[in-house]
């Protein structure tokens, strides 16, 4: 079977991290972290666990320097597919490894999306209609291990992986996003973003998730519930696709009338 690792950068966690490795642990061979200075007892409950394979520290925030670091440490695991989440990102809870196989079988596909869900709280996500827009995209991916993959080295907001060509499949797998459902964790994490982007301050208070229309989670994959809400969010995402696609088609249009070359064949 392939074997599948898994990166991580974290930094206290603790608030998550024991439920995190129980969801994580039966779906992936090995995890490599590295560690951004916890003084929680994140450090020392990861390092504990048997899936955790290797473990280092760094100091001063820099995701893209970490990512591409953790990146690094995974490759000497000889991974056949690699997975990236953060530690308050849950799989829900019907997955298993033998759903990860299926996929990481399948000749010709280099990379799987899965949707990513914000909670208010334990029970439920958000779901006005621009949260339900965003989790309608697949911002979350497995993919295939390729020596061209790498992570854009921004200090802040560092997206997913690049360089991994090939044939992208995004799938109705769900995860359950709960770092806001904590005001001292998203205080935290906004005062660390704050002091580096401090003209983002709308972003920063989108966290909060204020006045937010609540939608009961519902964890079996098979209830008429779930089929319905990825029913309506593979709608969206394809009420955005295309707009997407017919402004690049049209932009490469221009481009190609402002060419000097085409310009010079109609003088």
């Not at 608030?15 to 090995?30: M, Q, R, S």
């Not at 298993?96 to 949707?115: C, E, P, S």
Request: glycine fraction near 6%; charged fraction near 35%; include cysteine.
């Amino acid at each position: 079977m392939p074997k599948l690792v898994l990166m991580l950068r974290v930094k206290d966690g603790i608030f998550f991290v024991d439920e995190w490795l129980e969801n994580v642990e039966k779906l992936v061979d090995e995890i490599v972290v590295v560690d951004n200075g916890s003084t929680d007892g994140t450090f020392e409950a990861l390092k504990a666990h048997p899936k955790v394979a290797d473990i280092v520290c760094t100091e001063g925030f820099n995701e893209g320097r970490d990512k591409n670091l953790v990146y690094a440490m995974a490759r000497k695991r000889n991974p056949d597919w690699c997975l990236w989440i953060d530690v308050d990102e849950l799989f829900e809870p019907e997955l298993t490894r033998k759903d990860f196989d299926r996929l990481m079988l399948r000749k010709g596909v280099n990379k799987y999306g899965f949707r990513r869900f914000h909670f208010i709280d334990r029970e439920y996500f958000a779901g006005s209609r621009a949260r339900l827009h965003y989790s309608a995209g697949h911002d979350r991916v497995l993919w295939r291990e390729s020596p061209k993959g790498y992570f854009e080295d921004f200090i802040i907001d560092s997206p997913n992986v690049k360089g991994i060509s090939g044939l992208q499949i995004n799938t109705d797998f769900r995860i359950k996003h709960l770092g806001y459902i904590n005001k001292e964790i998203v205080d935290k994490k906004a005062e660390i973003y704050r002091a580096i982007i401090p003209e983002k301050e709308d972003t920063f208070q989108e966290m909060y998730l204020h006045n937010e229309k609540k939608i009961k989670w519902v964890d079996k994959r098979s209830s008429l519930k779930v089929l319905k809400l990825n029913w309506l969010l593979t709608y969206l995402r394809l009420t955005t696709l295309l707009p997407r696609i017919i402004r690049k088609i049209s932009g490469l249009i221009t481009d190609k009338i402002k060419s000097p070359a085409l310009q010079n064949k109609l003088k």
